[in-house]
């Protein structure tokens, strides 16, 4: 196994930095890693915000539902599904491109590209020792994000991203086992096998939690996913996607 893949084997969320900004220097890489992500027909479309003003970062981690670590990070980026600028090139070359950029295809391909570059400049970050913690807080109220931001029609903030220096040692969370998630030509949909394969999880999960907490909590995953998706969460996103000429045909 190289060191790559042992880094990400590792991966785990970071949500304590150390009062530490990151350099000019490892903006642009990890940037720039972020920009050697596959794209698809080569359309790349996303961009990325890097918030540095602090007042903006509170204001930001308030709207995220409190967590204070958007604003007590090294760097706070935020991911964006962005087709403004192909908006414009279809003004400036004369090209009818509405109905294609409105399509709910390209809005797929730009959350697509957001969330792959997304991924590679989470990978740089951690090849170069710092920690990273997705914030999809930020689509509590995107309204209020978008006005922050300045973003215009067809700009989405989707998620961010905190990357700084760690300040806590957190242990690895378990995922689904292999066979749970690899599918070999068929997709496995037998109730019983996923009943099984869950429970053997839940019992992993379980004991996760009881040793990371000594003892206070020792939850199953199905009971945490019952109990998150059985509560109506960010109900307007459709509308709001709609509104920013995404995804309306």
């Given at each position: 196994?190289?060191?790559?893949?042992?880094?990400?084997?590792?991966?785990?969320?970071?949500?304590?930095?150390?009062?530490?900004?990151?350099?000019?220097?490892?903006?642009?890489?990890i940037v720039k890693?972020?920009?050697?992500?596959?794209?698809?027909?080569?359309?790349?479309?996303?961009?990325?915000?890097?918030?540095?003003d602090q007042e903006k970062r509170e204001k930001l981690a308030a709207l995220a539902g409190g967590q204070s670590y958007v604003a007590e990070t090294g760097h706070f980026f935020v991911f964006c599904a962005?087709?403004?600028?192909?908006?414009?090139?279809?003004?400036?070359?004369?090209?009818?491109?509405?109905?294609?950029?409105?399509?709910?295809?390209?809005?797929?391909?730009?959350?697509?590209?957001?969330?792959?570059?997304?991924?590679?400049?989470s990978v740089a970050a951690e090849s170069m020792g710092l920690g990273i913690c997705y914030i999809g807080g930020i689509r509590n109220h995107l309204d209020e994000v978008s006005e922050l931001l300045g973003t215009p029609e067809h700009v989405i903030p989707l998620f961010g991203l905190t990357v700084g220096v760690p300040d806590q040692e957190t242990a690895v969370k378990p995922r689904y086992p292999f066979k749970t998630v690899y599918h070999e030509n068929t997709y496995q949909s037998d109730e019983e096998a996923v009943r099984s394969e869950l429970e053997e999880y839940n019992d992993v999960i379980s004991s996760y939690y009881h040793q990371r907490t000594e003892g206070k909590r020792s939850d199953k995953w199905t009971e945490q996913m019952a109990g998150m998706l059985s509560r109506k969460s960010r109900m307007y996103m459709k509308d709001f996607v709609e509104k920013k000429k995404f995804a309306r045909k």
């Open positions: 196994m190289n060191e790559t893949i042992k880094m990400m084997l590792e991966h785990r969320s970071v949500r304590k930095f150390k009062d530490e900004a990151l350099t000019a220097e490892q903006i642009e890489v890693a972020a920009q050697s992500a596959s794209t698809s027909s080569f359309i790349q479309a996303y961009s990325i915000i890097g918030v540095t962005d087709l403004y600028r192909h908006s414009l090139i279809g003004q400036w070359d004369g090209a009818d491109v509405n109905d294609s950029l409105e399509s709910m295809e390209k809005f797929m391909v730009a959350v697509i590209d957001a969330s792959l570059a997304a991924q590679n400049a």
